[in-house]
């Protein structure tokens, strides 16, 4: 019988020998070192011989500590075939389909193809599942910690400034967002009023029920009831808890694409260009939702929807002429959202004409 | 008798993508338990393609430890993280309260790591105690803190002492003869060119924001600031200042710390040039955004066959006369500790 050439440690010294290896059929490791008479023997049961990786040394570790290096995988692996027979053990399938695995470009394409699937559906399933749990399991105390946490630090940034606005409009505007709230079960809606020359008009909701109003928006306004319309778009992401979701979404995301990378900070990097895209795939789903339920507040309340799409439209115009990016209300697509809106008022104005 | 070798690294790209993109496929089949099989397989193909003279570096570290290990940290971790979500302030009392772990950690994430690398059939060692780790990890950064950077190098210095002269191979330690200048030299250097790029960065930030407010023309009423340009503008800032640390005085300490280690007589010389490690990073960097991270593996296997190629042994002496340590004898008569905890961290 052939035998394999490996090299000998005795694992007590680095001391290499030259040596032969061969396994009988009948299951015992033969080893012969150059220039030395006697062979080492071993049952097969008692030597240790690591999974295959490409074509690396393997290091097969003898009962008393000491190791032979093969270099030839494959006469290796043919010879203990031979010797173990038919059928092969489970841990030996495993071992074989890992290697065919990693080692031919059909394995490479199914696992490309699995993890891609797998990363698709949790995008897609997953992670707005995770932050459905997550916001329902967030006390609103925390959510409100955060909120509070950021509006403490938009003014720091020199973002927001204090409100110039008269009280008295203030508080006509906080009555009419305080009881949008209650009608939409949520009983400590905080609207909070800030100057932000730098932002322009603008309006955003923060976790813990708080919505911020400009006052530029406010002077951009041509009618109050598009202020209203601005207010319930905000009220929906509140009612929605669409900032918790997203920070729930954003986080989940990381942890998965961790795993994906095997190291956060490469996974931060690598997920740079797929997060701008789903960020944007997930705003644009809280966006119509904000959308619906502003369209439904303003027919409920007699107020012709078309107010969000001309207000929309404004804001839009005031920001392409500034060239400040409306980045925290991050509305895209104002076109299609006010032909919406103008759809839903045409739909009212058909149904209450078929009622005449 | 004094004859050079040089380290070679044969690893090859496309190979390690094939192992990566598997071991990623199973991680993620099997909700992360896989990762510890996976890392283990990685490290062995790496391992493997290290070569010293006509033999190749081994890793043997047992997966289930490595599992262990990771939901140990997990364990801990989860609740910090959870703590950051509420408040800052209970997110820095967790970090306080975890601070005597990370001598304990850093102890034994290097004593697994090295206790599983093997060379011509000798494992390394690491002999490193609790209350020395104490000393170079947690108490020297508070002593960096108070003396406002100024005593960082010389307490890297001495955990780069701490580090290599309680290693061994097999039964023969490290010892280490690195001065103290250069880790001066390396942090002046870096600390002043990142003087230069934060000041000079935000001088041109703004220089640029203003041109281009005064560029809309005097009827567009008080100059607005692109908020834009000015967060893309200190994004790039911090980036650059990130890729300088890494290119710079990461690669400098490490070739420092190589270059002063000995082993008997025998001299490591590891030489890392600065423009090829940035280039090396930035491109790195780029590819791998551009690919989704598809380029994680190819990243990774051009900085370590750069690296690997630099480092270089002047042996004294051949390489046949190493022992095998206490450690690796007891582990190989079975008497493997079986609670054993794969820790592997970065500090």
């Known amino acids: ?356 | 008798m004094s004859q050079a070798g040089r380290l070679r690294f044969t690893a090859d790209g496309w190979e390690y993508f094939r192992i990566w993109i598997v071991n990623v496929a199973l991680t993620l089949l099997t909700l992360g338990i896989y990762s510890a099989w996976a890392k283990v397989r990685a490290r062995r193909y790496l391992y493997g393609n290290v070569w010293l003279g006509d033999d190749a570096f081994d890793y043997t570290a047992n997966p289930v430890a490595i599992l262990r290990g990771r939901l140990l940290l997990l364990l801990v971790l989860v609740p910090v993280s959870l703590a950051q979500r509420i408040s800052l302030v209970y997110y820095y009392a967790a970090l306080l309260l975890l601070m005597p772990l990370v001598p304990w950690v850093v102890v034994r994430a290097r004593s697994f790591h090295m206790r599983n690398s093997r060379y011509r059939g000798i494992a390394f060692d690491f002999r490193g105690k609790y209350w020395d780790a104490a000393v170079w990890y947690p108490l020297s950064w508070a002593a960096s803190i108070v003396t406002l950077g100024l005593a960082r190098p010389l307490t890297v210095r001495q955990r780069d002492d701490f580090l290599v002269t309680e290693s061994r191979f097999g039964s023969t330690p490290f010892s280490f003869v690195g001065r103290i200048r250069p880790y001066y030299k390396a942090y002046l250097t870096t600390a002043a060119v990142l003087f230069l790029l934060y000041v000079g960065g935000v001088f041109g930030l703004l220089l640029l924001m203003a041109a281009t407010s005064l560029g809309a023309g005097p009827d567009a009423g008080p100059p607005a600031f692109d908020m834009r340009l000015f967060f893309v503008g200190s994004l790039a800032i911090a980036a650059a200042a990130t890729l300088f640390i890494l290119a710079f005085l990461r690669t400098r300490l490490l070739s420092y710390r190589w270059s002063n280690t000995r082993l008997r007589e025998n001299e490591f010389l590891l030489d890392l040039s600065f423009p090829t490690m940035l280039w090396l990073y930035t491109s790195n960097a780029a590819l791998i955004v551009a690919t989704f991270g598809l380029f994680v593996p190819f990243a990774r296997i051009r900085v370590l066959r750069y690296v690997v190629n630099q480092c270089s042994v002047l042996k004294k002496e051949g390489p046949e006369s190493f022992e095998a340590g206490e450690t690796q004898r007891v582990a190989a008569t079975g008497a493997e500790a079986a609670g054993e905890f794969g820790l592997e961290i970065g500090i």
């Open chain 1, 1 to 356: 019988m052939t035998s394999v050439p490996c090299h000998y440690y005795d694992g007590r010294t680095s001391a290499r020998r030259e040596a032969g290896l061969t396994i009988t059929p009948d299951g015992i490791l033969i080893v012969a070192i150059a220039g030395i008479e006697s062979r080492l023997l071993y049952p097969m049961t008692e030597v240790r011989i690591p999974n295959r990786i490409a074509n690396t040394p393997r290091h097969l570790l003898l009962p008393e500590g000491a190791l032979c290096e093969v270099r030839d995988n494959d006469g290796l692996d043919a010879m203990r075939e031979r010797a173990e027979g038919q059928p092969p053990s489970h841990a030996r399938r495993f071992e074989r389909l890992l290697h065919r695995l990693d080692s031919t470009w059909r394995g490479s394409a199914a696992a490309l193809a699995v993890t891609a699937a797998i990363l698709y559906s949790f995008t897609e399933w997953g992670a707005p599942a995770v932050a459905t749990g997550v916001v329902a399991i967030t006390p609103p105390e925390a959510e409100a910690v955060i909120g509070d946490n950021l509006l403490a630090m938009l003014p720091l940034f020199g973002v927001l400034d204090s409100s110039e606005l008269q009280s008295s409009r203030q508080d006509e505007l906080r009555a009419v967002a305080e009881a949008m709230g209650r009608e939409a079960g949520i009983e400590d809606l905080d609207l909070q009023f800030f100057s932000a020359p730098g932002l322009g008009p603008n309006a955003f909701a923060l976790p813990g029920n708080t919505v911020v109003l400009t006052d530029e928006l406010v002077a951009l306004a041509e009618h109050d009831e598009e202020i209203v319309a601005v207010l319930a778009h905000e009220v929906g992401h509140v009612a929605g808890r669409h900032v918790m979701r997203g920070l729930a979404q954003t986080s989940s995301m990381l942890i998965i694409w961790t795993a994906f990378t095997g190291d956060a900070s490469v996974a931060a990097l690598s997920i740079l260009g797929p997060d701008q895209l789903l960020a944007q795939r997930y705003s644009r789903t809280f966006e119509r939702q904000a959308d619906q339920f502003a369209i439904e507040y303003l027919l409920r309340n007699d107020i012709p929807p078309t107010r969000l799409g001309d207000i929309l439209q404004r804001l839009e115009e005031a920001h392409a002429d500034s060239g400040v990016p409306n980045w925290l209300a991050s509305h895209p697509g104002t076109e299609g959202r006010r032909r919406e809106a103008q759809d839903a008022a045409e739909s009212v104005r058909d149904g209450s004409e078929a009622l005449e």
